[in-house]
């Protein structure tokens, strides 16, 4: 059985509904991506969840140092905001008020992933490369699909790589 991918161009949808236009309240899309810095020992997160129905946003920065991270105290580097403006797009470059970006430089392959706190103290310029095609997913929990409408009608599938 071979997996179902998606085109690449899934990378850049984050849409809003048009006026007068009623979709589910709980629609989300999201952009995740993690990388290590293997000489430090640290590990860092990096995510944007796009609320459209609310033309909110929410994600930002967690990095971690070692492998005892039991609190948020015990983070390097916590910048995650629970609410915050849309996402300014520009292309393919979706920018969050707290200074994280991602840049599909090649959408479905490549993405620049940047950051500069508001202090100036912590910030990356990173490449992530897709190591796997964009892979089609239904959902993204398993049970989810009891807990939606069944009158919803969706015209995407979530879509997923892996990146490095």
């Excluded at 915050?84 to 993405?111: D, K």
Aim: no cysteine; hydrophobic share 30%; glycine share 6%.
């Amino acid at each position: 059985m071979s997996q179902q991918t998606q085109a690449p161009e899934t990378d850049l949808i984050v849409d809003r509904p048009a006026d007068g236009e009623r979709w589910d309240p709980y629609t989300i899309h999201t952009h995740y991506f993690a990388f290590t810095v293997p000489e430090r020992a640290m590990s860092v997160f990096t995510y944007i969840r796009y609320l459209p129905t609310l033309g909110i946003s929410q994600g930002g920065v967690l990095a971690y140092t070692g492998l005892d991270n039991i609190t948020t105290a015990d983070m390097a580097h916590h910048d995650y905001q629970m609410s915050m403006p849309w996402p300014t797009i520009e292309g393919n470059r979706f920018s969050t008020a707290n200074g994280l970006s991602y840049e599909f430089t090649e959408p479905g392959r490549t993405a620049r992933l940047t950051y500069t706190s508001a202090d100036g103290n912590t910030s990356f310029d990173v490449i992530s490369d897709a190591i796997s095609p964009l892979a089609v997913r239904g959902h993204v929990m398993p049970g989810e699909e009891k807990h939606r409408s069944q009158d919803r009608k969706s015209t995407r599938l979530n879509s997923s790589h892996i990146t490095i």
